[in-house]
């Protein structure tokens, strides 16, 4: 089997280092990968990232099976793309993946579906937005509608501060992907409190296969301070995703979103994250929908999955009406078998994870995430090991060493009996990589530490 793993993070390297271990896989292509995917006997880089592009070179190149990384080809319909083309692939149609490209549709999406979330409105109107903040007072949130490469969200303590986040936002200047045919838009929500977890599932139309749990570190330092970024480190399990509050998710979020996407004729396949905020009296609500994996806390889960992650894939991507299969799916040479089970293609599927927690610390370049400096050498990186795995994000491969190449450059993983001995087996490696301007969190896992 050859696979193809489309982007170029920590994520893409997890997924790919994870399929890679399948008897069944002869080759993972990532694309456009990165300096740890360049140098993985197994795998191999393809420098594309064209949705258009992608797709001739999986049909020229005979690709079994594609998993899409990020959210920007997935809101660009990469997955509509490759079926159209009646290529196999994991991953939300572009309809579907607006539950995570826009902040506006996924909001009323769960006001209509009445999935626990925080109160909100929405704006395009800068003065009524600014009123709006006025009545409601501090602390408050401020998210811009589209895509924002995890720079969106503006978590305002004072007044002065979510009135600059409007106007940042609303304004031509703001960094971020207004969904296709939209006009700006802020949504304003209530501020909540309480624990974050990242709950993911992968699902099949109205089946959902749960993942481990996993929290992820937002802040850029110790202590949850300093700016948001896209992660700085996560671990898995979540203890604080009880087997109550595992079940109330499911019954609540996850069960109510896939009936909602499937009557509004969008049924959802792929990965879907719900961020949770779980309060001290174990009310859940969900923050936000992801259509994909997290990065990085899938760096973590890729290191306690035992399963075969490329035949959890396959399943997850059996076409969705099965007796068309064989007609649509020519070259993909199904058995009679896969057919027959394709109605329900993940009901089968258990994942077997390893009981020890993983946890993952993120080396940041200097600078990162406002200025990140790209071009550092890294000094040269410890061996894997049955229990330890370095994978990579901003990096690309220099004759035999690697430079960094973006703002979070290495995830650090390491498995132990418990989230300290786990993040002392990672602090260790941590301590011996090197890179000119390095940052990362001493804390990893500290809420899970008290
Ligand atoms: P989002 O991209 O919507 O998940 O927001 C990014 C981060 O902002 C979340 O991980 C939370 O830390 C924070 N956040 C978002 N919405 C809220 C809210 N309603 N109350 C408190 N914090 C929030
Ligand atoms: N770790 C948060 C995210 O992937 O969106």
């Not at 909540?192 to 990242?198: I, K, P, R, Y």
């Amino acid at each position: 089997m050859k696979v193809l793993v489309i982007g170029s993070g920590g994520r893409e390297h997890a997924l790919a280092w994870k399929i890679a271990q399948s008897p069944k896989l002869q080759c993972v292509y990532v694309a456009p990968g990165n300096g740890g995917t360049a140098s993985d006997s197994k795998m191999q880089n393809v420098p594309l990232s064209n949705v258009q592009d992608l797709k001739h070179w999986a049909i020229d190149n005979a690709i079994d099976l594609t998993v899409v990384g990020p959210e920007g080809p997935l809101s660009e319909g990469v997955v509509d793309v490759f079926r159209d083309a009646g290529l196999r692939i994991v991953g939300p149609t572009q309809a579907a993946a607006q539950l995570e490209s826009s902040k506006a549709f996924s909001k009323a999406f769960m006001k209509r579906h009445r999935i626990p979330t925080a109160e909100f409105e929405t704006f395009s109107d800068a003065a009524l937005a600014h009123a709006h903040v006025d009545r409601v007072g501090a602390p408050i949130v401020v998210k811009a509608d589209g895509l924002a490469a995890g720079k969106g969200v503006v978590v305002a303590q004072s007044l002065e501060e979510a009135h600059a986040a409007i106007d940042h936002m609303l304004s031509p200047d703001a960094n971020v992907v207004v969904p296709t045919g939209g006009e700006a838009r802020v949504v304003i929500e209530t501020f909540l409190d309480g624990e974050e977890a990242s709950f993911m599932v992968l699902c099949h139309g109205l089946s959902a296969l749960p993942l481990a749990t996993s929290q992820d570190h937002k802040r850029l330092l110790d202590a949850d301070q300093g700016p948001n970024t896209g992660g700085m480190g996560a671990y898995s399990p979540a203890g604080v995703v009880t087997p109550a509050i595992h079940a109330k998710v499911m019954r609540e979020i996850i069960a109510p979103t896939l009936k909602g996407m499937m009557v509004e004729g969008m049924p959802f396949t792929g990965f879907l994250y719900a961020g949770l905020m779980i309060s001290p009296k174990g009310e859940v609500h969900t923050l936000e929908f992801n259509t994909r994996m997290g990065d990085p806390e899938t760096q973590p889960m890729m290191l306690r999955l035992k399963s075969d992650w490329f035949e959890v894939l396959w399943a997850a991507s059996a076409p969705a009406h099965a007796p068309h299969t064989l007609e649509h799916f020519p070259t993909l040479g199904m058995g009679h078998s896969d057919v027959m089970q394709s109605a329900h293609p993940l009901d089968d599927v258990e994942l077997v994870w390893d009981r020890r927690v993983s946890l993952g610390v993120v080396m940041a370049s200097h600078g990162y995430p406002h200025t990140p400096r790209y071009g550092d050498a890294i000094a040269t990186l410890p061996a894997p090991s049955d229990t330890t795995q370095v994978f990579h994000a901003g990096t690309r491969r220099e004759d035999e060493h690697w430079v960094t190449s973006g703002g979070r450059v290495l995830c650090v993983c390491a498995l132990g009996e418990s989230v300290q001995k786990a993040a002392q087996n990672a602090y260790e490696l941590v301590d011996q990589i090197h890179f000119e301007g390095e940052q990362h969190r001493r804390d990893i896992g500290w809420r899970a530490k008290h």
